[in-house]
């Protein structure tokens, strides 16, 4: 089986690739807020769509305009993946799977460009069109076919690249075993099989950090040197979270899919969570995103079955022994003895054991949306009226 796999490297440019860098970021988010705009426009206009061949032909005519000659300094083929790119978001916002594109700008996760072909890396080197060899902090072998790399720079000033390969790949054996996993606050996660994955003990001590770090940021002048710095500061840490929590997921995932054949958890609303403010919970959510992402990837590589629980799944609140439903639980009981069949009941095992049972379910068939449907309602104290 083939499979796309890709690899993060960070790569050190000189000052003179530094600058070639900055005009392909700004090149590249020029060509994507103005085919924006034209679209935009056409549309408005018109009622006309346009498409990127439409977009591509347009580009080639700018390129001639002496206004925007300095275009011809960055590697066509990138500007072309900026139009790619935009025509992808927009395929994405028709289907209703994204939001309608954004203008980008300059820093907000923006500075980066794709580069989709005419790429080697040679002697711990990288060779892509209209640069010299990049130094390149070679961590494994890239013996892959290459398809394209993306490169970035982070708010910290690092420059990275992600190569994505096309790779010969073998699934795991099979293993004959199934899991719940309930993703929490507490703890990362606990499993129907009883083991618990505790939350790492140095976010929490980042955590900490930031908040002290975010206070002296409030107290800094707007627009001063000093602040600046301090904004630096603060994303360095922002950047040490993100890699240990990521670091972290990767274990995880990576064991639960090589231990188990059909892994089931709950589908959260991650995009409607996001806006808590609460940083603990911010945490959470962020790494139940990234949990859930590296789940179903690695499960598509291995042929191993993912299944998504109905988020209104009344998993905490069901009683995995006899199915009762506690309607009187709150979010501070941990622990709590069924009322019908006397089980005393862990509060987050519990629910990834109705997880598992719920996944096997819809797997066998028998847990139909209506049923969960009517699970719902059961737990909110509805009556269905059929
Ligand atoms: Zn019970």
Known sequence: MLIKKTYKFRIYPNKNQVELLAKHFGSTRFVWNYFLTERKQSYLESKKSLTFYDNSQALTVLKKVDEFN???????????????????????????????????????????????????????????????????????????????????????NKYFVAITCEVENNPLPEVNKAIGIDLGIKNFA???????????????????????????LSKKQKGSNNRAKQ?????????????????????????????NDIIAIENLNVRGMIKNHNLAKVIADASWYETTRQLAYKSGWNSRKL????????????????????????????????????TVLDRDLNASKNILKQGLNIISGCGTQSEIKQKRNEASGFKQSL
Request: net charge positive.
């Open 231 to 259: 904004r630096k500061q603060v994303a360095l840490i922002h950047e040490k979270i993100r890699n240990v929590r990521v670091d972290n997921i990767h274990k995880f995932t990576t064991q639960i899919v090589k231990t």
């Open 307 to 342: 299944v998504k629980i109905d988020r209104f799944f009344p998993s905490s609140k069901t009683c995995n022994m006899c199915n009762f439903i506690n309607q009187n639980l709150t979010l501070k009981d941990r622990e709590w003895i069924c009322p019908n069949c006397k």
């Open 70 to 156: 300095w275009l011809k300094k960055v590697n066509s083929q990138s500007l072309q993946a900026s139009l790619k790119d935009l025509d992808t978001a927009y395929g994405r916002f028709f289907k209703k799977s994204a939001m309608f594109p954004k203008f980008k700008k300059k820093g907000f996760c923006a500075d980066s460009f794709r580069c989709p072909q005419s790429v080697k890396i040679v002697d711990g080197k990288m060779q892509i069109p209209k640069f010299k060899p990049i130094k390149l902090n070679v961590h494994r072998e890239v013996e892959d076919k290459i398809l394209f790399v993306t490169i970035s720079k982070t708010s910290t």
């Open 190 to 216: 606990v499993c129907s099989d009883g083991t618990i994955f505790e939350n790492i003990k140095t976010t929490k001590k980042y955590a900490k950090k930031l908040m002290y770090e975010q206070r002296q």
